[in-house]
């Protein structure tokens, strides 16, 4: 009994040593292991607003001196995303507050000159099947990307030299989808030319594999995958889940096993309410489900008892009650979702979007010092 007692006092003082001096990456790593940690791992997203406003209210700095002064864990050290025109942006008209473009997905937008907003869509050069294979999909394919092996190499030395966890931004394919036709001929097409649908999401994924592909050749190997793609409003999912699962699910797997082929994680970010399929990222293979939208109906204090063995949570504290200004709120907020969260040690904190410039700098000054206070593990 005696001995028992003396290596499992050992065993406690060993597990303690190690959360002390944990690292950034050691911390992501063992969060998507479930294994005893220090603190909940940090990252979060702002828009530029939003760090114009704090500039202005004494922010001595930029996006990412706000990510040192939370303790960001995460390092991206390359952003890929397909695209059929790269660098294009052609300047149609402009006035005194908006510009007329035509960009780099063959859309026609109106956007405002010197503010973030969502874009007016004026129209799409992609309107139809035949228009994607004569003239979007040869340029996907043919297009010179916007990223390089040297820079990502640079990227990713630094976050190796900080020891934080590294990851390749990537765009899935029901992203580009809507990119391409707008959201109102792609979800017509789901139903009425499923081939077409198909045969864009296997192109751009095919895109993003070849980058991969290049990455890894060139040594250029990070931890994880952080996908991108929004497929869900504030009520579900934008198609059926059976729609989903047929049209869109088999490339979103093909990513999930290069990336696990490679030794890394995948996490998956999409806004909205995708509460109905959770168990088809789950069955492709997501290691993680960012942002967790509040607003849409996602909660971590339900999904942890269900899912959090198994999916990484990343989000879910409200933007919307940040916006309010409001300590109390946002205290509680806070506390009642790490607690539910840190119960399987799969958590990471992340607002449930970007943090908008309705949030003073006051205010997320205090967010991050209840992050760090309800954060620790010991």
């Not at 473009?101 to 874009?119: A, E, L, S, Y």
């Not at 060139?218 to 047929?246: K, Q």
């Not at 269900?306 to 949570?313: F, K, P, Q, T």
């Amino acid at each position: 009994m005696i001995v028992l007692a003396k290596l499992s006092f050992l065993n406690e003082f060993a597990m303690t040593t190690t959360q002390i001096t944990l690292t950034s990456r050691q911390r992501v790593q063992r969060m998507f292991q479930r294994q005893d940690l220090d603190r909940i791992p940090r990252q979060d997203s702002f828009w530029s607003d939003t760090i114009r406003r704090w500039q202005g209210e004494g922010l001595q700095g930029d996006r990412e001196t706000v990510l040192a002064m939370l303790g960001s864990d995460f390092r991206n050290v390359q952003t890929m995303w397909p695209k059929p025109y790269p660098f294009r942006e052609q300047l149609l008209e402009q006035d005194e507050q908006t510009q007329v473009v035509i960009n780099c997905w063959g859309q026609k937008v109106r956007m405002w000159r010197d503010r973030n907003g969502t874009p007016q869509h004026l129209g799409w050069e992609c309107d139809s099947y035949e228009a994607w294979l004569e003239h979007l999909k040869p340029a996907m394919l043919a297009a010179q990307p916007e990223w390089s092996v040297e820079d990502a190499r640079g990227k990713l030395a630094e976050g190796r030299q900080s020891d934080r966890w590294c990851f390749f931004n990537c765009l899935e394919s029901f992203e580009v989808l809507r990119y391409i036709l707008g959201d109102e001929v792609s979800l017509l097409a789901m139903a009425a030319e499923p081939e077409w649908v198909v045969d864009v999401s296997r192109t751009c994924t095919d895109v993003s594999l070849r980058a991969l592909e290049t990455m890894d050749a060139a040594g250029v190997r990070p931890d994880g995958i952080w996908l991108y793609g929004d497929m869900a409003f504030n009520h579900s999912t934008m198609c059926s889940p059976a729609m989903y699962r047929e049209l869109i699910w088999p490339d979103h797997k093909r990513l999930a096993d290069w990336a696990h082929a490679h030794g890394m994680n995948l996490i998956f970010h999409t806004d909205g309410n995708v509460n109905g399929v959770i168990d088809l990222y789950l069955e492709a293979g997501f290691d993680g489900l960012h942002p967790l939208e509040a607003k849409a109906g996602m909660d971590v204090r339900r999904l942890t008892p269900i899912y959090g063995d198994r999916l990484a949570m990343v989000g879910n504290i409200d933007v919307m009650i940040m916006g309010s200004n409001d300590r109390e709120r946002i205290e509680r907020e806070i506390a009642e979702k790490f607690a539910a969260a840190k119960a399987c040690r799969g958590y990471v904190y992340h607002s449930d979007h970007s943090v908008p410039p309705t949030v003073s700098w006051a205010t997320y000054q205090f967010v991050m010092e209840r992050v760090k206070h309800h954060g620790q593990y010991v």
